[in-house]
């Protein structure tokens, strides 16, 4: 049973329930009043395990570690009650002031304490991230996905949404059609949206990839560099398993395999005639972990 009204409720309450930001300073001050804050014990929190938000600058921490040092905390963060552990919290929006916050050497922090179940707890802290650019290309095109895997949302859906075109949600979930390693180097910052988007279509994306991080080239020189390598007559062979438009259950599995094994996970098929499924590595130690772990139950008799 679907509920049309429910993205619209998220997407536009998001401000009535985390609060207006400023465009400066710490980004935490509010420009609107979004209600009474407890003040909890910086130990009594942890971060959601669901977070899409995996990377965070350590100077950008820093700096905001100096704000919170000479100004405090401006805006709480929010929490709800922690559904394994009684008496603790876990964060729902607001993982980077927490991490500033015990950098600077805080005890406590003030915290919105909210009720909410584990989807409507991924499904604010993945539209708050996204409207707020608090992700790289590569988080926010997994955002992007998990929110079309787990909450049945179209790609217009999560457009309107987040307040984005449906060019630029279809544009950055392409992203995910990245290998891993290179993923990994939009992760880093090593290389931009920008970059990534023109990898697309190389024969070799790592290795192109590598030529682009090595010598510093910009988009443009990038764009031209698979060109060239297109040109070369050294353009991906077809597969049999070209990526279709994947239904909710197929990549809800992808997404539960990816948390169960840490790797990268790609289903592919075709109809009527099987499919594929690839797991990308991006260190020995990976792979060596992979094979220990479908090799166990072989071992274990």
């Known amino acids: 049973m679907t509920q ?12 009535a329930l985390l609060g207006d930001y400023a465009a400066t300073g710490q980004g ?17 929190v942890a971060p959601n395990p669901k977070q899409p938000r995996r990377t965070f600058d350590q100077a950008e921490l820093a700096e905001l570690a100096d704000s ?25 929006a607001g993982e980077r002031r927490w991490r500033a916050a015990r950098l600077a050497g805080l005890t406590e922090i003030p915290a919105i304490v909210r009720d909410m179940d584990d989807l409507e707890s991924l499904e604010v ?41 449906r060019e630029h949600v279809a544009n950055t ?70 990526p279709l438009e994947k239904d909710v259950d197929t990549k809800a599995l992808e997404a539960d395999l990816q948390r169960a094994l840490g790797l990268g996970v790609d289903i592919r098929y075709k109809p009527n005639a099987g499919g594929e499924m690839r797991i990308r590595y991006a260190r020995l130690e990976q792979l060596d972990e992979l094979c220990r772990l479908l090799t166990r139950g072989r071992s274990a008799g």
């Open 68 to 92: 919170i040092r000479a100004k405090g905390v401006i805006q709480a963060i929010l929490v709800r009650p922690d559904p394994q552990r009684e008496g603790r919290y876990e964060i729902i």
């Open 173 to 242: 979930l392409r992203l995910l059609n990245l290998p891993d390693d290179v993923r990994e180097h939009v992760r880093l910052g090593r290389l931009s949206a920008g970059h990534a988007r023109a990898l697309l279509s190389a024969p070799d994306p790592a290795a192109a990839a590598a030529i682009v991080i090595q010598k510093g080239l910009t988009v443009r020189d990038t764009e031209a560099l698979v060109r060239k390598a297109k040109e070369q007559g050294s353009a991906p062979s077809e597969t049999p398993y070209a």
């Open 125 to 165: 802290a993945i539209v708050e991230n996204v409207q707020r650019a608090d992700l790289n290309a590569v988080e926010e095109a997994e955002a992007y996905r998990a929110l079309m895997s787990r909450f049945g949302r179209t790609q217009e859906n999560v457009a309107a949404q987040v307040g984005k075109s």
């Open 4 to 15: 049309p009204a429910r993205p619209q409720r998220l997407g536009r309450g998001l401000s």
């Open 28 to 44: 935490d001050e509010p420009n609107a009043e979004i209600g009474p804050a407890a003040t909890i014990a910086l130990d009594q």
